[in-house]
């Protein structure tokens, strides 16, 4: 899994691709979110386009950002879902804990 940062507006996008199934490359995710809350970043949008797909240490590990940034009074939102990372949230009920939008570009705007 790979992990491209852009931030804009004191948003962070964080455009994952790969496959988030657990290990070191997952817990990176989370480590980078802390980066940018001590860094003052409290707002996050990552981007699964480009994510095939996703277990449940992956699932794990969004969570874990989610937690650790509204611990932070930050936020976390989710754009470009595909289908099947889609199907894996409303399967575990997670799609009403993640907003989640269609575009980057309106996920930042929710968080502007």
């Given at each position: 899994?790979?992990?491209?940062?852009k931030?804009?507006?004191?948003?962070a996008?964080?455009?994952?691709?790969?496959?988030?199934?657990?290990?070191?490359?997952?817990?990176?995710?989370?480590?980078?979110?802390?980066?940018?809350?001590?860094?003052?970043?409290?707002?996050?949008?990552?981007?699964?386009?480009?994510?095939?797909?996703?277990?449940?240490?992956?699932?794990?590990?969004?969570?874990a950002?989610?937690?650790?940034?509204?611990?932070?009074?930050?936020?976390?939102?989710?754009?470009?879902?595909?289908?099947?990372?889609?199907?894996?949230?409303?399967?575990?009920?997670?799609?009403?804990?993640?907003?989640?939008?269609?575009?980057?570009?309106?996920?930042?705007?929710?968080?502007?």
């Open positions: 899994m790979k992990i491209k940062e931030i804009e507006n004191q948003v996008v964080l455009s994952l691709s790969g496959k988030m199934m657990g290990g070191p490359e997952t817990t990176a995710l989370h480590d980078h979110v802390k980066g940018l809350i001590r860094d003052g970043i409290k707002r996050v949008v990552i981007d699964l386009g480009d994510v095939k797909w996703m277990n449940s240490s992956g699932m794990g590990v969004l969570m950002c989610m937690t650790t940034l509204n611990n932070e009074q930050g936020k976390l939102v989710l754009a470009r879902v595909s289908e099947k990372v889609n199907s894996l949230l409303m399967i575990t009920q997670l799609i009403r804990v993640f907003e989640t939008y269609e575009t980057v570009e309106r996920a930042v705007a929710a968080l502007e």
